[in-house]
């Protein structure tokens, strides 16, 4: 059982930055895919980015492209998630997640579905 704990959510004016950390438990985490996703209140959840666990290769929302920036280091057992130029409909709480199954395709790591273990989540408010 893999524990996923996420940290560094809060409250930033638009404009600003916030840098997500995931933490987990166990070492075999750097054989899993990590992905983040988040949810804002009355909409399903939403994929944001996501990073393999072998060649670093990152899938991203077209919504995110170009702010957000996923990272991971195996040595710590930590996934990142360095958010920039944030805007108001970012407003979310923000999961990371595991997917122990390696998928050819990148379409899986975009569908919550695919994970296995989830955080708890971190709240990310951006004001206007």
């Known amino acids: 059982q893999v524990q996923l704990v996420e940290s560094g959510g809060g409250l930033v004016q638009a404009g600003g930055s916030l840098r997500l950390s995931c933490a987990a438990s166990?070492?075999?985490?750097?054989?899993?895919?990590m992905g983040w996703f988040r949810q804002a209140p009355g909409k399903e959840r939403e994929f944001v980015e996501a990073?393999?666990?072998?060649?670093?290769?990152?899938y991203y929302a077209d919504s995110v492209k170009g702010r957000f920036t996923i990272s991971r280091d195996n040595a710590k057992n930590t996934v990142a998630l360095q958010m920039n130029s944030l805007k108001p409909e970012d407003t979310a709480v923000y999961y990371c997640?595991?997917?122990?199954?390696?998928?050819?395709?990148?379409?899986?790591?975009?569908?919550?579905?695919?994970?296995?273990?989830w955080g708890q989540g971190t709240q990310v408010t951006v004001s206007s």
């Open positions: 997640a595991a997917a122990t199954t390696y998928y050819s395709s990148g379409y899986y790591y975009r569908i919550p579905v695919s994970y296995d273990y």
């Open positions: 166990e070492r075999t985490f750097r054989s899993y895919a």
């Open positions: 990073i393999s666990w072998n060649d670093g290769h990152i």
